[in-house]
């Protein structure tokens, strides 16, 4: 395939992918978070910083092709905070939520789970869902520490009253047989995950697009479709590289 087709000119701090269809939008989610990039170097990520320096100061060195310059942009926005210039811890990154996720997913729908076993995995999945908030979060404006920790505490206790409660409620219903109770219980994760990484991230940031953020993590689908074309802008520019969803559900 000619580089011009799949590369196109390269645009700094844009997709690469054509985000008014909806192919172009899942091409850009894929991208993002492509776990390939977990895996590069910190000598790798100097050079793509460099090269992206260079092209917006106009000294790009002949020979530099669109598809080094995407795939340089795709390296560092998946590595640095777009706010902070910081480098996102690795478990944290949009890139790493299906890697080191799906044990916590594995660990939430195990069968016959004890009482501690379920405060267990539903803590571990809030804090997991609190941390990639956090480090993913709108920077621009400083938020005191104090209002994450809260927000953390409240989705913890609230995920495991829930998730508790439910198969407290479960094991009592006595007109369900063995073999529905347990299907039962198998969806019970759902439920208190749903709602507490809506809410976890409603009380850590009070913005819609993190909300979008925390529906992915959760739902991966669940997005309201009536998005005015401003709240998409304002999504696109302050998460673009984290939160496609909301580009998807207008689709």
């Known amino acids: 395939m000619p580089e011009s087709t799949e590369f196109p000119p390269f645009r700094l701090g844009e997709s ?18 492509d776990p390939r990039t977990l895996f590069v170097s910190g000598r790798r990520l100097n050079e793509c910083m460099k090269l992206l320096d260079q092209f917006k100061n ?3 060195p ?12 795709k390296i560092k926005q998946a590595i640095i905070h777009p706010d902070t210039g910081e480098k996102i811890p690795m478990p944290f990154r949009m890139s790493g939520f299906v890697p080191f996720g799906t044990p ?16 267990f995995w539903q803590w571990l999945n809030q804090s997991h869902n609190a941390c ?18 809260q927000g953390y505490l409240g989705a913890v206790s609230s995920a495991v009253t829930i998730a508790v409660g439910l198969n407290v409620l479960i094991k009592r219903a006595e007109h369900f047989s063995p073999a529905t109770r347990i299907l039962v219980q198998r969806f019970i994760p759902f439920p208190a995950v749903g709602f507490l990484s809506c809410r976890n991230v409603l009380v850590l940031h009070c913005r819609f697009t993190a909300w979008c953020v925390s529906v992915h993590s959760a739902w991966r689908c ?30």
Request: glycine share 6%.
């Open 16 to 33: 690469r992918f054509d985000q008014g269809s909806f192919y172009g939008r899942l091409r850009h989610f894929l991208d993002v978070i």
């Open 58 to 60: 106009g000294t790009l």
């Open 62 to 73: 002949p020979g530099v092709t669109n598809g080094q310059l995407w795939k340089a942009q």
């Open 104 to 119: 916590v997913v594995v660990g939430l729908l195990l069968p016959n789970q004890t009482f501690s076993s379920t405060i």
């Open 132 to 149: 990639v908030n956090y480090c993913n979060r709108n920077a621009t404006k400083p938020t005191p520490i104090s209002t994450f920790f």
């Open 222 to 251: 669940l997005l309201p479709s009536a998005c005015s074309p401003k709240t998409v802008r304002f999504t696109y520019r302050s998460w673009s590289r984290r939160s496609l969803l909301l580009h998807t559900a207008r689709s």
